[in-house]
Nanobody, 115 residues
Framework: QVQLVESGGDLVQAGGSLRLSCASSRSIFSAYLMAWYRQAPGKQRELVASLQINGITNYADSVKGRFAISRDNAKSTVYLHMTNLKPEDTAVYSC?????????WGQGTQVTVSS
């Protein structure tokens, strides 16, 4: 079993920045896919950013140029760097990792952006 713990969520003003972290209890060196999702109240969960083991990234159109996903294998941690935050970015952000053929999810961290 793999435990994922997200952190870094906070209340920020529009235009601000945050870095979310997703720490894994197991090495992510061989993780095939890592991703961040978000879910706002009353809305469906949406993919924000993903990072494949070969380094290929994918971003939702709404965050392109503002968010960046990265990994630190030595720390078994996946990051989501968020800049120029907007009120519409307000949501619970969750990370997911595909490791050993199993998809694991974290519990989520709240990001609130005030206007």
């Amino acid at each position: 079993q793999v435990q994922l713990v997200e952190s870094g969520g906070d209340l920020v003003q529009a235009g601000g920045s945050l870095r979310l972290s997703c720490a894994s209890s197991r090495s992510i060196f061989s993780a095939y896919l890592m991703a961040w999702y978000r879910q706002a109240p009353g809305k469906q969960r949406e993919l924000v950013a993903s990072l494949q083991i070969n380094g290929i990234t994918n971003y939702a159109d709404s965050v392109k140029g503002r968010f960046a996903i990265s990994r630190d294998n030595a720390k078994s941690t996946v990051y989501l760097h968020m800049t120029n935050l907007k009120p519409e970015d307000t949501a619970v952000y969750s990370c997911t990792i595909l490791l050993g053929g199993v998809t694991y999810w974290g519990q989520g961290t709240q990001v609130t952006v005030s206007s």
